[in-house]
């Protein structure tokens, strides 16, 4: 319930609160430090996470090995004892290379998304990290739950439902984001439910399930636990919070924003997602190409000389707050955001 201590197996969380994973460089461990020193758990994104390091342009994957280990070292400075660990994307070249890195520094966590997660079991093999698929729908909570069964003779430790209202890539077809409404997309959330339901039974383990997407006040707080939800995923509200590590000028383009400014994409390798509408964004939409000026290999089907702009180049600009150049990604209700607060108070709100 709500406003009590959450336990992912040896893991306790003083609130049912997960921030939410945003890359490129949105929730580092200014972010991540602050949600896990109130209680919660705090999310470093590894999606291009090196993108500062000197030498990013010449070995990117290098500059993101080494700093996995910078953001999570100075999270852990800032969390008072509190609950830390990655969002790793199954998208991401050297995946595997990534979430072992992640096991090894010691993360409490991993979750992964942009793709089934089917190796991750493997490749944390004797480690204590945590570990969680993300998942959308009913299908997709079977497939990986049977999968991990089956293999690996395991089940998650806890698992994340993202809705069709998250921001960013989203694990839906553009038809499916038509079809669940939100009574439609409860009904495939219960149906989620009833899988992890027999798979805690066969396994006679608890999997906590946290819900996300749209989780933008307390009123859809209240409805997630009300749904049988665990615990809560929130990504957008953290944005506009002092200790986020966005520029200023990305948090206020969240401020600023209408509801008629939040549009869905397409992104450079074919997946649906949410973002601002900005003059970026027209330019893609009046079939102007913005030709990427170096690949830096961050997902594994993209093909550098057909995608319309470089997604990690779009997101860095986000990231540094050049906005008008700039993939801003952000959930559905953003709009309802009208200033910055503390994540003390966002919690606070969120959990009453």
Same mark, same amino acid.
């Given at each position: 319930m709500k406003?009590?201590?959450?336990?992912?197996?040896d893991l306790t969380l003083r609130k049912p609160i997960f921030q939410g994973g945003m890359g490129v460089g949105i929730s580092l461990s200014r972010l991540a430090g602050a949600v896990a020193a109130e209680g919660g758990a705090g999310t470093i994104s590894a999606a291009q996470i090196g993108f500062m390091e000197e030498d990013f342009d010449e070995n990117p994957r290098k500059a993101n090995l080494r700093a996995m280990g910078?953001?999570?070292?100075? &999270?852990?400075?800032l969390a008072r004892g509190g609950v830390v660990g990655f969002n790793i994307m199954v998208a991401m070249n050297h995946y595997g290379e990534y979430v072992k890195e992640a096991a090894r520094l010691g993360a409490d966590f991993i979750v992964s998304g942009a793709g089934l997660p089917v190796d991750l079991p493997a490749l944390v093999k004797g480690f204590s990290v945590k570990i969680a698929p993300i998942v959308s729908t009913e299908k997709s909570a079977r497939v990986i739950l049977r999968y991990w069964a089956k293999?690996?003779?395991?089940i998650p430790d806890f698992l994340v439902i993202e809705g069709p209202k998250a921001g960013g890539h989203l694990g839906f077809t553009k038809e499916q984001l038509q079809e669940f409404g939100p009574d439609a997309y409860e009904e495939e959330v219960e149906k989620i439910l009833g899988q992890v339901r027999a798979y805690e039974a066969r396994f006679e383990k608890k999997i906590p399930v946290i819900l996300g997407g749209g989780i933008s006040g307390r009123e859809q707080a209240d409805r997630?636990?009300?749904l049988g939800a665990d615990g809560v995923q929130v990504?957008?509200?953290?944005?506009?919070?002092?200790?986020?590590d966005a520029d200023p000028a990305y948090k206020r383009a969240y401020v600023e924003a209408r509801e008629e400014d939040i549009v869905l994409v397409k992104s450079p390798v074919g997946?649906?997602?949410r973002a601002i509408h900005n003059s970026f964004l027209e330019r893609v939409e009046r079939g102007e190409r913005v030709a990427p000026q170096k690949c830096r290999g961050c997902l594994r089907?993209?093909?550098?000389?057909?995608?319309?702009?470089?997604?990690?180049e779009a997101l860095i600009h986000? &990231?540094?707050? =050049?906005?008008? =150049?700039?993939?801003?990604?952000?959930?559905?209700?953003?709009?309802?955001?009208?200033?910055?607060?503390?994540?003390?108070?966002?919690?606070?709100?969120?959990?009453?």
């Open positions: 406003g009590m201590s959450l336990k992912i197996g910078k953001e999570l070292k100075k &999270a852990r400075e293999k690996f003779n395991c997630a636990f009300a990504a957008s509200r953290f944005v506009t919070t002092e200790e986020c997946m649906p997602g089907k993209c093909k550098p000389s057909e995608i319309p702009y470089c997604i990690t986000a &990231a540094k707050g =050049e906005v008008e =150049e700039a993939l801003m990604f952000c959930g559905a209700d953003t709009y309802k955001i009208h200033g910055i607060e503390t994540v003390k108070s966002v919690i606070k709100e969120l959990l009453n």
